[in-house]
């Protein structure tokens, strides 16, 4: 029986929300993490839409998150029709080597399965783009959704990202300036 890996590098390092039998922590290649789409279904909504994160193609660099495996048939079905839903403003799905360590030349893991939201308007109607760090904190800081407040999704990720050591840049910058933003609305 083939056994399925989802790479998760947003939401899904902190929450799974379906269950696995392993997590490994890695890095995928030549990706990095940008808060480029928009969410009008989990942190925000159609008329002041939120934003999450996406994968960007980006030569030498890399992007650590979470690895997931799903081995028994049963669980992987229920994984990907819970993620279907969760993910279904993400319009892409790639196949992606993880490594785990930065001198390895062979993945730890081979075709696990991530979630990318395109920057093709055409097909991805909520794809926001780029913005300044001070524009993506401030609508951060305005949006909620279904799920809960955008900034909450942000430090949630901040956090994860802490805790299996990983430093990006793009998330500790908008996590400071929306940190920085609501101190001076009090
Ligand atoms: C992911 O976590 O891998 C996809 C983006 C998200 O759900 O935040």
Redesign the pocket.
Known sequence: MAVTW????????SKAGFHFDERVIGFIKDYRRVFY?GSTD?RGTPDFPGR???LEPAQGEICW?AAYKISKKEDQEVALTYLEV??KQ?DRKEYVDVFTELTATTPAISGAL??I?SPDKKVNVNYLGPASVEDIARQIVKAEGPTGPNRE?LFL?ENALLQIGSKDKHVIDLANEVRRIISEEQ
């Open positions: 989802v790479f998760g590098y947003g939401s899904l390092i789409q989990h999450t994160v996406t998150g969760r993910e993400y991530v979630y939201a999704y990720l």
